[in-house]
């Protein structure tokens, strides 16, 4: 009866938290991703929302992409032979394929964008800002699954344009 206050100690001091770890779903423990003071720790079902939403994105834009290249493929062609076709009616083909052209642009620099974002995620630096450093913030990475920069540094940027 009076060794009763010991027989809790003995327990394995070092096997405290390692052994529920391992949800099997995300690469990076999600505790080990960057939070803002205040903000709750990523749990497991976070970390998979976001990359599952990312996965999406690259597999949409893939076929964006593909869909663009078909669409350009066929103006270039259209507008190979001059002949035929008088200046006006060229002149809206450039616009088409210059529109074209600039959405198959912003879907890759989206889609580079949105792969850097999963490779942060596998190495566990998702949610630091590339700039300072510091924790971006969950909700904000949950509303920008992209970001890269926390909302100071992102302002800085926009200002210099
Ligand atoms: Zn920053």
């Given at each position: 009866m009076a060794a009763k206050k010991t027989?809790?100690?003995?327990?394995?001091?070092?096997?405290?938290?390692?052994?529920?770890?391992?949800?099997?779903?995300?690469?990076?423990?999600?505790?080990?991703l960057a939070v803002r003071p205040g903000e709750d720790p990523w749990t497991p079902e976070e970390v998979a929302e976001a990359k599952a939403e990312l996965e999406g994105e690259v597999a949409r834009i893939h076929a964006e992409l593909t869909a663009s290249e078909t669409a350009l493929t066929g103006l270039m062609r259209d507008s190979g032979?001059?002949?035929?076709?008088?200046e006006a009616d060229t002149g809206t083909k450039n616009i088409t394929r210059e529109h074209e052209m600039a959405l198959a642009a912003n879907a890759r620099a989206t889609l580079e964008q949105t792969e850097h974002a999963l490779q942060r995620l596998d190495a566990g630096t998702?949610?630091?800002?590339?700039?300072?450093?510091k924790p971006i913030g969950k909700a904000r990475m949950q509303a920008f699954?992209?970001?890269?920069?926390c909302v100071e540094d992102k302002q800085k940027q926009e200002r210099r344009g």
């Open positions: 027989v809790d100690v003995t327990a394995a001091p070092g096997a405290s938290a390692v052994s529920t770890a391992r949800g099997g779903v995300a690469d990076t423990a999600p505790e080990q032979d001059g002949a035929g076709h008088d998702y949610g630091l800002c590339e700039v300072c450093g699954p992209r970001a890269t920069l």
